[in-house]
């Protein structure tokens, strides 16, 4: 899966569970430019894994920072093959 294509489904995710109704861009913050607290990370990281069926690490969501990060992090997943 091409990382156009995954922004596409991460920005669906943040509609849908998040209710944030902006154009994703990859140098965008979760936390300062999305206003993600700790609550919404956790939903953000466990409807991700749902939508793409992955399993992301500790150690890959400890990482993420950026949009680019978590389209980075589930293009490694994807890549590996299914959990």
Known sequence: ???EEI???IEGVAREHLNRQVRLRPEMDLVDDLEL???LL??????????FHICLDQEDEAAIRTVSDLVEAVHRKLEQGPR
Do not use: C, H, K, Q
């Open 7 to 9: 922004l596409v489904g």
């Open 42 to 51: 956790l939903i953000l990281a466990v409807e991700v894994e749902n939508n």
């Open 37 to 39: 607290d700790s609550l």
């Open 1 to 3: 899966m091409r990382r």
